[in-house]
């Protein structure tokens, strides 16, 4: 099959000499992974006019209909990408989050108004990346490279060159699969980067059709007001959420009693697929749910009769911090090289801070030399780990709110006299990260909140504004020539 753009150079002894390696000053990037992460790069990327290339190994794409809490931390990047409005109009605005027992008593109601609700957001993502720049049904394999360039090869044995090489293929990455398998036997690799992946939970999640707003009044609120059931004797949270569409995403997490990894006898059974989610909506039915008219109490039950079988999936959660992001000429972004769980509704939002580093240190790079990209590598992870690290612990923190167990029972019970400036003080950690695009014209930042410093705009702006001083400067000269 002839695939509409060969990516990447062709073997060296191919290569014309017009076209040859040093004369390239932009290097050309494969991405594999067209999720939220991925595409972002994509569309950066685009914007600065470097070649790209995504691949992805499904050949639908589809996310799973789950609701997606977003906010502050990502607008001036949608500004510059100009689909900020265009978000605001999927999205509802988030009023608050309310923790409560399967009792239906309040536990805690955390102010939660810097954010909103958009679970199209990756529809709207899609739209901006051209069809030909991502192939779908292409599923990374392997890679090697050297000096010069990566070798990628496909599942499908075919083969491509490229520069620069981004794993933005989530929690099970095969790129970081293989980099780790490379860096086997150097001391880069931490021990727990050597550690199977941990699944310490089962999520069940489905979004309704729309909803009569007689029987679910939530739907008619101009805010959205988000519940979070705690199962007080089970092992289960569930959560609801109100969508801009008036239908209701909702979501089951079980809490295992202890991490499981791939390795492990369960993930030999075929317990996985639309049975065993059937399964698991049959165990949950009965859980009691907020927001029925007149205080009436619905039932999950109610609601997945009203969501269509194949708005429904069942899936593991891992969570787990990689410390090894890059090698040579390959990068981690997203949940490839950071998964956390959906507690703190963060994971999404990360990807894309990721994609904005990466972009950044992408365009500015002087040549795509080895030592060039490595460089750009590092600064990349210098700037994000520490955040990536900070999420992960918050993300922790929110877990353990909604988690089993002695220590999320009094966590919960505490949480009932916390005044309200503490959780205040979590909030604005959460949005303190605020990146933007060096190659495009920067947004006012209208943030209250005190703005976390990012390197990868410092740094590169001069760089980039030193070379459009030089072109205009070329131009000049060559209209002078000219006349
Ligand atoms: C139930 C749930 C609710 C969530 N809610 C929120 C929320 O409210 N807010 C928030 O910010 N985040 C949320 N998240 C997290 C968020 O969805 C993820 O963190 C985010 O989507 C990660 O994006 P990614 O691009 O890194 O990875 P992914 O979305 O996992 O994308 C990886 C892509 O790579 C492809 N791929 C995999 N292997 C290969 C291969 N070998 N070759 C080619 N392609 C490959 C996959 O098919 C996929 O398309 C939620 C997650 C879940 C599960």
């Known amino acids: 099959m002839s695939l509409p753009f060969q990516f990447g150079r062709p073997p060296p002894e191919q290569i014309p000499s017009q076209t040859s390696y040093e004369a390239s000053s932009k290097p050309r990037v494969l991405i594999a992974g067209a999720g939220i992460g991925g595409l972002t790069l994509a569309i950066l990327l685009k914007k600065a006019g470097v070649p790209f290339e995504v691949f992805e190994r499904n050949r639908d794409v589809k996310q799973l209909d789950s609701v997606m809490a977003l906010g502050a931390p990502i607008a001036p990047l949608l500004q510059q990408l100009g ?4 978000l605001v109009k999927i999205a509802k605005p988030l009023a608050e989050v309310n923790v409560i027992t399967d009792d239906m008593e309040p536990v805690y109601t955390m102010n939660m108004d810097r954010l909103k609700e958009a679970p199209d957001l990756y529809d709207l993502l899609w739209k901006q990346v051209p069809r030909e720049n991502i192939i779908l049904g292409k599923s990374f394999h392997n890679f090697d490279q050297d000096k010069k360039s990566v070798l990628v090869r496909c599942t499908d044995a075919s083969k491509y060159y490229c520069d620069i090489l981004i794993g933005a293929d989530g929690a099970n990455s095969k790129v970081r699969e293989n980099m ?9 690799l931490s021990a727990s980067d050597i550690a199977p992946l941990p699944y310490g939970y089962i999520c069940l999640v489905g979004q309704t059709n729309v909803l009569d707003p007689e029987e679910f009044p939530d739907v008619k609120e101009e805010f ?4 979070f059931v705690v199962g007080t004797n089970s092992k289960y949270t569930w959560c609801t959420f109100i969508t801009k569409k008036n239908t209701l995403c909702w979501m089951v997490i079980e809490f295992l009693d202890r991490a499981a990894t791939k390795e492990d006898e369960s993930f030999r059974h075929p317990n996985w697929g639309s049975q065993a989610a059937e399964t698991m909506c049959n165990q949950v039915r009965d859980f009691k749910v907020p927001g029925g008219k007149d205080g009436k109490v619905h039932t999950l ?16 959660l891992e969570e787990k911090l990689f410390s090894t992001w890059h090698s040579g000429r390959v990068a981690l972004l997203g949940d490839a090289c950071h998964k956390l769980i959906p507690s703190s509704g963060q994971g999404a939002t990360s990807a894309m801070h990721d994609a904005v580093a990466l972009a950044n ?10 030592v060039d990209v490595n460089n750009a590598f590092k600064e990349y992870q210098a700037e994000r780990y520490p955040i990536a690290k900070e999420e992960f612990e918050q993300n922790q923190g929110f877990t353990n709110v909604l988690g089993k167990g002695i220590r ?3 966590t919960r019970s505490v949480l009932r006299w916390l005044p309200d400036s503490v959780w205040d003080g979590s909030l604005t ?11 495009l014209p920067l947004v006012e930042d209208k943030g209250t909140v005190e703005l976390a410093p990012q390197p990868s705009l410092t740094k590169t702006l001069p760089i980039i504004k030193e070379r459009a ?9 060559s209209s002078v020539i000219a006349v």
């Open 361 to 370: 240190w992408i365009v500015s790079l002087e040549s795509p030399s080895m």
């Open 83 to 86: 689909i900020y409005d265009d």
């Open 224 to 227: 959205c007001k988000d519940y």
């Open 301 to 316: 039950g109610d609601l997945i009769d009203r969501t269509p079988k194949d708005r429904i999936s069942r899936i593991m």
């Open 469 to 477: 001083l030089t072109k205009e400067r070329a131009a000049k000269r």
């Open 408 to 410: 999320s029972a009094i």
């Open 180 to 188: 780790y398998k490379s860096l086997e036997g150097t001391n880069v």
């Open 429 to 439: 950690k959460m949005v303190l990260v605020r990146p933007q695009a060096s190659f």
